[in-house]
């Protein structure tokens, strides 16, 4: 199929985690709405604490499935220190323990004007919601 994706490529949403199993809800319909897509990569979730996987388990499975390149992208509406610092040194790890990996970091998604323009019109709809 014209202009898919390498099935050797994968994408990890990256999120920060939390003890309510329904926080990663919203990221969980995102991967769906990125694997309902044709030709899209293999997407998958990972989390910096409190849920599993976290990102060593994530990328270790996707590289036992084949996969040669994963790009994380941060679910952070900002680069927060945990996307400056603790993520950079765990996508370090990654390399260290899969040297076969090419593992790239994203910009934080809400450091992207589209996600950004997204969410302004979702607060002015909040004028109008009954």
Known sequence: MPGALALDQALILFGHGSRDPE???PLRE???RIAAR???????LAFLEFLEPGLEPACAAL???GVRRIVVVPMF???SGHVRRDL???IEAVRRRHPHLLVELATAV???VRVQEAM???ALAALTAP
């Open 110 to 112: 809400g450091e992207d």
């Open 77 to 79: 509406i900002a680069q």
């Open 88 to 90: 950079p040194e765990q």
């Open 23 to 25: 926080w990663a809800r």
């Open 120 to 122: 302004a019109d979702v």
């Open 63 to 65: 590289a036992e499935a």
């Open 38 to 44: 044709p030709g899209s990569p293999r997407v998958e």
């Open 30 to 32: 995102v991967a769906a």
